[in-house]
């Protein structure tokens, strides 16, 4: 009788082949995950942000190569009354916006958080601002302001008979500036309105009962539970909400073009109309550049003014 | 100090009614637990009480003025919350003394508050942290002080141990009955842990599906439960509770077995109730097969099996029985408990 011996069988278990082994080396696998990543940074914000600050110390125009220049276009903005003229109207338009966003947003945001019918329709609704495309709105705005055709002055002269005549919105420096003002706070509501609202669903309704317990008036409540606890968000929103008002370009380049007579321009709006139709690149970037310092001055105000409170630094226990 | 009473008291979430008439009448100074299983309305009688939820019919009174309409903060209770509702943002301290800041206390005062509660829960070290920086022990206390600091008629506390670990547990549960016997207020303590409830309550009130089933002292309420219910609920381990009828030589269980009926037993009864601690061992009694013995040191439980009847029982001596070894018990027939086959009402024996 012969004993056959069956082979042991095993799981094959082949070699890995290189490329296997490469990907699974890790420095190869950081850098193969990070590049797509990295490389779309470069390409579309880390090579224009330089090449916009480089164009900042020279003196190039459209056409013509520019040498470098170093200083010497930011010495001449600083003699330039209409970039001192934008600066202003950039820290105004952003200080009012922002104040008139927030209390607006906030309180609409307190609005939803309590309950009433059609809530996720109303917060639909409030949402609307934020998705037509701001160009639409701003033309839309720019009837609205319309001298003749406005319908702010229809209601006011026509139908409701309070005025006369019509309302300048946009002919002379101050009612301009504050139309714009007014179309920004209409577009940045829905952010602030949605984004303080998702904080305040955070706040237990357990906290409100204890202080109901507590004996505090409705305005005490908001005072000492639902501002503390909110000022967290609040910070991370204004922030935002601040880059986003000071670097504003499309409302104001829509409604007004920075007139009338250059009073409405922001900053941005004035690099761009020195750079682009105005042909000097450099004085352009210059302006750009020039907005850097109040971006960062003000996400380090209110990040380190608002952001960080001790009750909610480190890790928590629970 | 105040008296509490609780009139016909009815509470209804849209079509759906979740409290069918609540009667109870807490004694001034006196402890009082309601207790029952989940979803019974025990928070929500408590938080009718606070002011949190209105009253859908009846009436609740606070030393004798009906409160239906009075806004919580002037109703003068302070609640201790399950999950404590510190206020996050604030200070020990600052939790506690928030509600003399809002009625404009002065400073001196609210210190030396703060101070009286935090010497009475130890709470002295601890008063310049954030609730995040407290352990769950500490964060209760913070609760109980913030209530304390508030003087109030009556405290309600709604499960208040129920995220602590059993040792801690037991522990907090000392701490708040030695708490009430200093301060001597009126106090109103949801838990649906009925060994909570027996070990703090002056009073308990067992509550079930919108109703109170029973209230009354906790011995009273584990020597004479009023119902089937309550004495399913009330002891631990449960009282057997055996259906069948009674014949003519004793209880015949709906399993087979035949128990022993004390003297003038109704023949109305439909279910036979005997604590396992009312079961002693003897050798001339009903011979048991033993299924199941678990040993927890002070006493012995073990589960028997009387024809196809279950029954636990539980002895202080050590049992030497395995599984499948027959012993023989025998209840004891003073303690016997038994329901009507119609209303479950326990009857008078
Ligand atoms: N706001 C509400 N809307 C609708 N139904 C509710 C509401 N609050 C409670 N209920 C219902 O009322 C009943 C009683 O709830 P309650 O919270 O009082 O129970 P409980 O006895 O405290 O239970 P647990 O021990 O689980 O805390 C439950 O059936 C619950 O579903
Ligand atoms: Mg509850």
Request: include cysteine.
């Amino acid at each position: 009788m012969s004993v056959t011996t069956a082979p042991a069988w095993r799981p094959a278990r082949q070699e890995p082949g290189w490329l296997v082994r490469l990907f699974e080396y890790k420095p190869f696998l950081v850098f193969a995950c990070l590049l797509p990543a990295v490389g779309l940074l470069m390409v579309f914000l880390t090579y224009p942000l330089g090449l916009g600050i480089f164009l900042a110390f020279t003196d190039t125009t459209i056409g013509r190569r520019g040498i470098w220049v170093g200083l010497e276009n930011f010495q001449y903005l600083l003699e330039d009354p209409l970039w001192w003229n934008a600066v202003f109207y950039s820290v105004f338009y952003t200080a009012v916006a922002t104040v008139g966003k927030f209390a607006l947003g906030l309180w609409l945001a307190l609005l939803l958080n309590n309950h009433m019918p059609f809530k996720s329709l109303l917060r639909a609704i409030i949402l609307l601002p934020w998705i037509v495309p701001t160009v639409l709105s701003a033309i839309a705005f720019w009837w609205i302001y319309d001298p003749q055709f406005s319908i702010i002055s229809f209601l006011l002269v026509d139908v409701l008979g309070w005025r006369t005549t019509n309302i300048d919105f946009l002919g002379s420096a101050w009612p301009a500036r504050f139309s714009l003002i007014a179309a920004n706070i209409w577009r940045g509501i829905p952010f602030v309105a949605i984004s303080l609202l998702a904080g305040l669903q955070t706040i237990s309704p357990s906290l409100y009962e204890a202080a109901l317990l507590d004996g505090s008036s409705a305005w005490q409540r908001f005072r000492y539970i639902t501002f503390p606890m909110l000022l967290p968000i609040l910070a991370i929103v204004m922030t935002f909400s601040i880059i986003f008002t000071f670097t504003d370009f499309q409302l104001v380049y829509a409604i007004t073009r920075g007139g009338p007579v250059n009073s409405t321009h922001l900053l941005a709006t004035l690099a761009f109309q020195r750079g682009i139709p105005g042909g000097q690149l450099g004085e352009g970037a210059a302006i750009a550049v020039s907005m850097i310092p109040f971006l960062v001055f003000a996400t380090l105000f209110s990040y380190f003014g608002l952001a960080r409170r001790k009750w909610q630094q480190g890790e928590g226990n629970d | 100090m105040a008296n509490v009473a609780f009139r016909n008291v009815r509470k209804a979430f849209g079509p759906v009614e979740v409290l069918h008439g609540v009667d109870v009448d807490i004694e001034d100074g006196e402890f009082v637990v309601l207790v029952g299983p989940s979803g019974c309305g025990k928070s929500t009688l408590l938080r009718m009480l606070a002011g949190l939820e209105n009253i859908t019919a009846g009436d609740i009174t606070i030393g004798n003025r009906v409160v239906n309409q009075v806004p919580p903060k002037d109703r003068d209770i302070a609640m201790v919350f399950q999950n404590y509702a510190l206020y996050p943002h604030m200070t020990v301290f600052d939790n506690m003394a928030f509600s003399m800041k809002l009625a404009k206390a002065p400073k001196a005062v609210m210190e030396s508050e703060v101070a009286r509660a935090a010497k009475i829960l130890g709470l002295e070290q601890l008063l310049q942290r954030y609730p995040r920086q407290l352990s769950g022990g500490q964060r209760q206390r913070v609760a109980m002080g913030r209530a304390i600091v508030r003087n109030p008629q009556v405290f309600l506390f709604d499960e208040p141990l129920s995220n602590l670990d059993a040792k801690l547990r037991v522990q907090m549960r000392a701490e708040i009955k030695e708490l009430h016997q200093r301060l001597k207020v009126t106090t109103v303590y949801v838990t649906h842990d009925q060994i909570e409830a027996m070990t703090m309550a002056d009073k308990i009130v067992v509550m079930n599906s919108g109703n109170v089933e029973q209230a009354g002292r906790p011995l009273e309420l584990y020597d004479t439960p009023a119902n089937l219910f309550v004495a399913g609920f009330i002891g631990s381990p449960a009282m057997n509770l055996i259906p069948g009828r009674v014949g003519s030589g004793g209880f015949e269980a709906a399993g087979g077995a035949v128990l022993p009926l004390p003297p003038g037993a109704s023949a109305a009864a439909g279910t036979y109730g005997i604590r396992p601690e009312h079961f002693r061992l003897d050798p001339n009694g009903l011979q048991a097969r033993v299924q199941l013995v678990e040993p927890t040191g002070s006493e012995t439980q073990v589960f028997v099996r009387l024809a196809d009847t279950l029954m636990s029982c539980a002895f202080r001596e050590r049992i030497t029985a395995g599984p499948g070894d027959i012993i023989g018990i025998s209840p004891d027939l003073s303690l016997v408990h038994l329901f009507d086959s119609g209303t479950g009402q326990r009857l008078a024996a």
